[in-house]
């Protein structure tokens, strides 16, 4: 069963650090572009980062650049985002989401909670 | 970038149509045929419907149809059935960083 399972989700102080992760399986890990998706409570969905399958090129949303870095371990089938310095505003549902249809997403997690607050 | 714009909400009874706008710039809907779209139900994860405008993947009812015209990209619902409230989602690939962007969204009440 294709599949991606994330984690590493939970609560934080604003200014903290966390790490998420999202495990595939079922499919060619090492061949696709990942995303990261976010949906804060109540509110729409928000495109976050990418990373090409050989893990060389990578993107942000101008809200995440230089805070969040996404990257990926092709042999353990593993997406991560590493946030840092992280706000009350990045408070949100993160789905891992793989881009295995042309230019769009064909495959979710069910997403990981991230909530940051003092 | 500025998300893609779509009406908050749309509404119909069983059996009728309803059709979601999309609407962007020339800069990503208007000059790509590279719109998605995507149901969510409460409480659950995104499922795609719609890739490049107007494909349906495998298993999506034929019930939904893609469309655009200039730098307007829309989703059609025909038959209306109360499974289909949810929520809907458009999404585009666009020409500047950081080229990617998701709609407003819009909420389909089945009344």
């Known amino acids: 069963e294709v599949q ?7 609560l934080v102080q604003p200014g903290g650090s966390l790490r998420l992760s999202c495990a595939a399986s079922g499919f060619t890990f090492s061949s696709q572009w ?9 509110k729409g969905l928000v495109w976050v980062s990418v990373i090409k399958p050989d893990g060389s ?11 969040f870095t996404i990257s990926r371990d092709n042999a353990k089938n593993t997406l991560y985002l590493q946030m840092n310095s992280l706000r009350a505003e990045d408070t949100a549902v993160y789905f891992c989401t793989r881009a295995g249809a042309p230019y769009a997403f064909d495959i979710w997690g069910q997403g990981t909670m991230v909530t940051v607050s003092s | ?15 009728q149509s ?3 706008s999309c609407t962007g710039t020339s800069s990503d809907v208007g000059s790509y045929n590279r719109v998605s779209w995507y149901q969510q139900p409460p409480g659950t994860a995104p499922k795609l419907m719609i ?5 349906r993947p495998s298993g999506v009812p034929d019930r ?16 209306l059935q109360a499974e289909d ?17 998701f709609g407003t969204g819009t909420k389909v009440t089945v009344l």
């Open chain 2, 64 to 79: 939904f149809s893609g469309s655009k015209s200039g730098n307007t990209a829309s989703l059609t619902i025909s038959g």
């Open chain 2, 51 to 55: 890739y490049e405008v107007t494909n």
């Open chain 1, 34 to 42: 990942m995303h990261w998706v976010r949906q804060a409570p109540g």
């Open chain 2, 85 to 101: 409230e949810a929520d809907y989602y458009c999404f585009s690939y666009t020409s500047s960083s950081p080229f990617n962007v």
């Open chain 1, 4 to 10: 991606l399972v994330e984690s590493g989700g939970g």
């Open chain 1, 57 to 67: 090129t990578t993107n942000y949303a101008d809200s995440v650049k230089g805070r």
């Open chain 2, 1 to 15: 970038q500025s998300a893609l714009t779509q009406p908050p909400s749309v509404s119909g009874s069983p059996g």
């Open chain 2, 18 to 20: 309803v059709t979601i």
